[in-house]
């Protein structure tokens, strides 16, 4: 009944979340930290499950702040 991502940072597993299968929904949130600059932020489908794009207008978000200490 569930969907399973994974947050990868330079091909690094750092997060790993489920979603619930619905039609036309996905979502999450993570907070992460990057510590290597530049990096590659991938979300994958770490599920044994198919994850198709509805016929519903896609739309995804993304924040980035930078934070110094």
């Given at each position: 009944t569930d969907v399973h991502f994974t947050l990868l940072i330079n091909d690094v597993p750092y997060s790993m979340g489920a979603s619930p299968i619905v039609t036309g929904q996905v979502s999450g949130s993570a907070l992460i930290t990057?510590?290597?600059n530049p990096?590659?932020?991938r979300l994958v489908n770490s599920s044994s499950d198919v994850v198709n794009f509805a016929t519903t207008p896609v739309q995804?978000?993304?924040v980035i702040l930078e934070?110094?200490?």
């Open positions: 990057i510590t290597i990096s590659i932020v995804g978000n993304i934070l110094s200490v």
